[in-house]
Every structure is written in structure tokens, then in C-alpha cells.
């Protein structure tokens, strides 16, 4: 059974930074942080195609946030710096055996962790 298992959130003050991981069974050619808050649709955070890694930003966190890929230990990170009070969301690790189509569609992917909340506070 593939699994992905996040951990790292966390409370912080606005303007800190967290780091979030994701540990999975198997390895994937697309991995990506998914996030969603209170209220809100899943949005598309960042993606990393672990072949060339090739890597996509949310233009809301272009700048602060980075995804990285540990091939070798199948675990995604997501490095966040600079977090602001509407970064707080359910994070949640997502991974697809195929490239292609839009790295920020749910529908692309078909394997998805059960999340780590993040909360950033004024």
C-alpha cells in the first residue's frame, strides 16, 4: 500500500519559517504540497518532477517557499520562510506516476498524505 506521511507543521509567528517533510513508499515522478485553509479549495503550493527537477511556485509563495526531493529517501520537503498569517492552511504531500498536465490540478495526482496543519499567527 503506498503511503505518504507528512510531518514538520506547526504554530509560528508571522515572518518565521517552518519546514515540512514528506515520506513516501514508493518513488513518483511528480511530487507537490497541496494546501488548504479553512473554508477554502486545495490549492496547488509547489511541485518537483523528480527527473531534471524541474520546480513550480504558487505565485503566492514564489520567493519565500522552496521544494526540494531527497530521491534517494523518497521525501519531498517544503522549506518556508517569511510566513504570513494566510499561509495558514492544511498542508498535504501529493505524488503522481506521470508528468505532464497541470502540476497545480488535484486530478493529477492520485496519491495524496493526510496533511500537517500550519498556522501562522500575528
Known amino acids: 500500500q503506498v503511503q505518504l506521511v507528512e510531518s514538520g507543521g506547526g504554530a509560528v509567528q508571522a515572518g518565521g519559517s517552518l519546514s515540512l517533510s514528506c515520506v513516501a513508499s514508493r518513488s513518483f515522478r511528480v511530487m507537490a504540497w497541496f494546501r488548504q485553509a479553512q473554508g477554502k479549495e486545495r490549492e496547488g503550493v509547489a511541485s518537483i518532477e523528480a527527473l531534471g527537477d524541474t520546480t513550480n511556485y504558487a505565485d503566492s509563495v514564489k520567493g519565500r517557499f522552496t521544494i526540494s526531493l531527497d530521491s534517494a529517501k523518497n521525501t519531498l520537503y517544503l522549506q518556508m520562510a517569511n510566513l504570513k498569517p494566510e499561509d495558514t492552511a492544511m498542508y498535504y504531500c501529493?505524488?503522481?506516476?506521470?508528468?505532464?498536465?497541470?502540476?497545480?490540478?488535484?486530478?493529477?495526482?492520485?496519491?495524496w498524505g493526510r496533511g500537517t496543519q500550519v498556522t501562522v499567527s500575528t
Open positions: 501529493a505524488a503522481s506516476r506521470q508528468t505532464g498536465g497541470y502540476w497545480d490540478h488535484r486530478a493529477n495526482y492520485g496519491y
